[in-house]
């Protein structure tokens, strides 16, 4: 018999951030990005398995029945005052569990190395922001450090749209209304949510994934209605996110579509986590705010995702960050090796990212010597 109280305690105390029950292995954890053993435990058997099963559901018949008909569950778990966002699956007919530990202590907006932009854009009354990364890119920790940012200084009642719902917020000068996505749950779909939402007198709708061309819909709709919608996406860049958002339509309903988010999307955020030599994690980010120049790009017949990173690079001046300008600094700053920043960028701007590095130390030289 596997004791899981023990297994989510070892990870808890290595401040681990996933944890992977897979048959025929040791219990697994995340920790810093690499995979780790807990040695005290045996390898996972298949009733080792059947028992985490029954100790994640804690008897929801109703879970057990999603689980069973579609193979696939999400769902979370309390132990030792923590929440764990779970996601169980299947192989060879046995489950499979990962669970990811969401921490209580929300780091301050400060602390996550965005710019100051991305906190300063949630004051627009209206229009669409995109927090978007591959996964375990740190999508929701910065959303959800957002709304505590929103909630500790507007006036504005925000309502979120979550599966499962991670981090819990206690209103303060802000009204704060959480909903979880599911069968059973507080919504049954996000486009549901988001469709009602519009009846819910909200200022500020928080879509925790946007994963369909109806959700899309829902969430344009609200924001041309006079709202603003923060949402995340699985993009890796700001350039594949326009493409992805102009891709869930049709050819013939592309036109209107680049012509609603070229007037109602306000920043992209793409962001990546690195690294560092003390075993620590860095955040990489690409910022792009939607100005003229980006409006123009998007509303074109064809898009040109080099226009796009050519826009987000030379637009500094209205708060946009490129990739390539992050690597840079994070590297002269001595957070992440060059080889690291290399690896993120393709071969043909090597150079760009070479010429960026020299310019930013010169910078730093001269205002060290000043």
């Known amino acids: 018999m596997i004791d899981m109280n023990k297994v989510l305690d070892i990870a808890i105390a290595?401040?681990?951030s996933d944890i992977h029950l897979v048959p025929n292995n040791k219990p697994m954890l995340r920790i810093s990005r690499r995979l780790e053993?807990?040695?005290?435990?045996?390898?996972?058997?298949?009733?080792d398995m059947m028992e985490i099963y029954d100790y994640?559901?804690?008897?929801?018949?109703?879970?057990?029945?999603?689980?069973?008909?579609?193979?696939?569950?999400?769902?979370?778990?309390?132990?030792?005052?923590?929440?764990?966002?779970?996601?169980?699956?299947?192989?060879?007919n046995i489950p499979v569990a990962t669970l990811r530990i969401i921490k209580n202590d929300l780091?301050?907006?400060?602390?996550?190395?965005?710019?100051?932009?991305?906190?300063r854009m949630t004051y627009q009354p209206q229009g669409l922001i995109l927090v978007t990364g591959k996964t375990n890119s740190g999508k929701t920790t910065t959303l959800n450090a957002l709304i505590n940012d929103i909630n500790e200084n507007q006036n504005r009642k925000i309502l979120t749209l979550e599966n499962p719902v991670e981090f819990k917020h206690h209103s303060k000068k802000s009204l704060i209304v959480q909903k979880e996505v599911g069968k059973g749950k507080d919504s049954l779909t996000y486009s549901d949510g988001v469709k009602n939402s519009l009846r819910e007198d909200c200022d500020i709708l928080v879509i925790g994934e946007i994963r369909d061309k109806e959700t899309m819909e829902a969430g344009i709709e609200m924001a041309e209605s006079g709202h603003l919608v923060i949402?995340?996406?699985?993009t890796k860049s700001c350039a594949e996110t326009i493409d992805r958002m102009i891709n869930f339509y049709e050819v013939r309903d592309q036109a209107t579509i680049k012509y609603l988010l070229a007037s109602l999307l306000k920043m992209?955020?793409?962001?990546?986590?690195?690294?560092?030599?003390?075993?620590?994690?860095?955040?990489v980010p690409e910022v792009m705010v939607v100005d003229n120049i980006v409006s123009g790009i998007i509303r074109k017949d064809k898009i040109s995702v080099s226009e796009i990173e050519d826009a987000i690079q030379s637009g500094s001046s209205n708060g946009s960050i490129g990739l390539i300008n992050s690597l840079a600094q994070l590297f002269v700053d001595d957070k992440?090796?060059?080889?690291?920043?290399?690896s993120q960028i393709e071969e043909k701007n090597i150079e760009i990212l070479n010429r960026t590095v020299m310019q930013l130390k010169i910078k730093k030289q001269a205002k060290n010597g000043m």
């Open 14 to 16: 290595k401040d681990a």
């Open 37 to 47: 053993p807990i040695d005290e435990f045996n390898v996972l058997t298949e009733d």
């Open 56 to 92: 994640l559901i804690k008897g929801n018949v109703e879970a057990d029945e999603q689980y069973r008909e579609k193979r696939l569950l999400d769902t979370s778990y309390e132990h030792a005052g923590l929440r764990f966002r779970v996601n169980i699956s299947h192989t060879e």
């Open 107 to 119: 780091p301050k907006y400060e602390d996550l190395g965005l710019p100051d932009i991305v906190r």
């Open 231 to 234: 949402g995340t996406l699985h």
């Open 268 to 283: 992209v955020v793409s962001q990546r986590l690195l690294p560092t030599a003390d075993n620590k994690l860095v955040l």
């Open 336 to 342: 992440i090796t060059l080889d690291q920043a290399k």
